[in-house]
C-alpha cells in the first residue's frame, strides 16, 4: 500500500513508529488482508500527532478511515492527551473535518529535483544531541520530544550548531530533511548546508506553517513546493509552539 500510494517511508520508519507507541498502531483487514493503517505518536499528555493515515484503494469509501481514525481518537483521549494534531493531504481533509478537527495553518513539502537516486556518502558520523539542545526543541514544539527524538537521531544524520540541531535521513522516493531547530536563520543556514552537503539525489523537505525564512532559505537552495498540506487539530495545548523556531517539521505523521 505503501508503494502504491506513492510515500517515501521505508520500512525502519514503520518499525519506528510501532515501538515508540505499540498500543496506538491500528490496521484494518478484510479476510485476513491489511487494508488500512494509522499511527499515533504521544508527547506526554500535552500533545499527540495522528499519521500514517492508508487505506488501500481498492477498498476506500467503506468507512475504513474514519473507523481507524475513531480507534486512534479514543486511545489517546483515554491516555488522557490534551491535543491531538495531523498533517492533512487535501484528500484526507474532509474526513478529518467530520471528526472534529480544526485547520490550524496550510504548509508545502519541497522538493530538489535530480537525475540521480537518492544517495548517501557520509564523509564524518552523525554529532549527539546534549541537553541544550533538548531544551531548544521544547521550546521550539511546546512540549517534551526527546524520546522521539532519540529514536529518530538513530537511523538519521545529525548535525549540531551551538543549541541549534537538525537531521537528514534516507527515504525510498527522496532524502529527507528534517527536523530542524535552530535559534535563528544563520544558524538554520549553516545546518541546512551541512545536512544537504553528503547527499545527492531526490530531496524532501516538509517546512511548518509560520516559518517564511524556512522557504526563502529552502527557494535558495534549489527547492521547490510540490505539495499542499494542512497542519489540523483537536483540543489545545497549554503553551503554543515557537513556530519560528521550527524550520523543517520531522515528519507530517510525528509533527
Known amino acids: ?115 540521480a537516486s537518492p544517495n548517501w556518502s557520509l564523509s564524518r558520523p552523525s554529532q549527539q544531541l546534549q541537553k541544550s539542545h533538548w531544551q531548544l526543541d521544547q521550546a521550539a514544539f511546546a512540549t517534551d520530544r526527546i524520546e522521539w527524538l532519540n529514536r529518530l537521531a538513530e537511523g538519521s544524520h545529525v548535525v549540531t550548531c551551538k543549541r541549534s540541531f537538525g537531521m537528514a535521513r534516507p527515504g525510498f522516493l527522496a532524502n529527507y530533511v528534517g527536523p530542524v531547530v535552530a535559534e535563528n536563520e544563520d544558524e ?12 545527492s539525489g531526490h530531496t524532501f523537505w516538509d517546512i511548518p506553517p509560520g516559518n517564511l525564512a524556512a522557504s526563502t532559505l529552502a527557494c535558495s537552495r534549489g527547492f521547490q513546493p510540490v505539495r499542499n498540506l494542512t497542519r489540523m487539530r483537536i483540543g489545545s495545548m497549554p503553551v503554543p509552539p515557537t513556530m519560528p523556531l521550527q524550520f523543517a517539521i520531522s515528519d507530517p505523521g510525528t509533527g
Open 188 to 199: 538554520a543556514q549553516l545546518i541546512i548546508d551541512d545536512l544537504l552537503g553528503p547527499i
Open 1 to 115: 500500500m505503501c508503494r502504491e500510494a506513492g510515500w517515501n517511508q521505508q520500512p525502519a520508519d514503520w518499525s519506528r513508529l510501532i515501538a515508540h507507541e505499540p498500543g496506538g498502531c491500528f490496521i484494518a483487514e478484510i479476510q485476513e488482508q491489511i487494508v488500512g493503517t494509522v499511527t499515533t505518536t504521544r508527547y506526554g499528555t500535552d500533545l499527540a500527532w495522528i499519521g500514517m493515515m492508508l487505506v488501500d484503494e481498492r477498498f476506500r469509501r467503506r468507512g475504513i478511515a474514519t473507523e481507524l481514525m475513531e480507534a486512534s481518537l479514543s486511545y489517546l483521549r483515554e491516555a488522557g492527551v490534551n491535543c491531538i494534531k495531523l498533517d492533512a493531504t487535501p484528500a484526507g481533509q474532509p474526513v478529518y473535518e467530520r471528526l472534529g478537527f480544526q485547520p490550524e495553518g496550510l504548509f508545502h513539502r519541497w522538493s530538489r529535483d535530480s537525475e
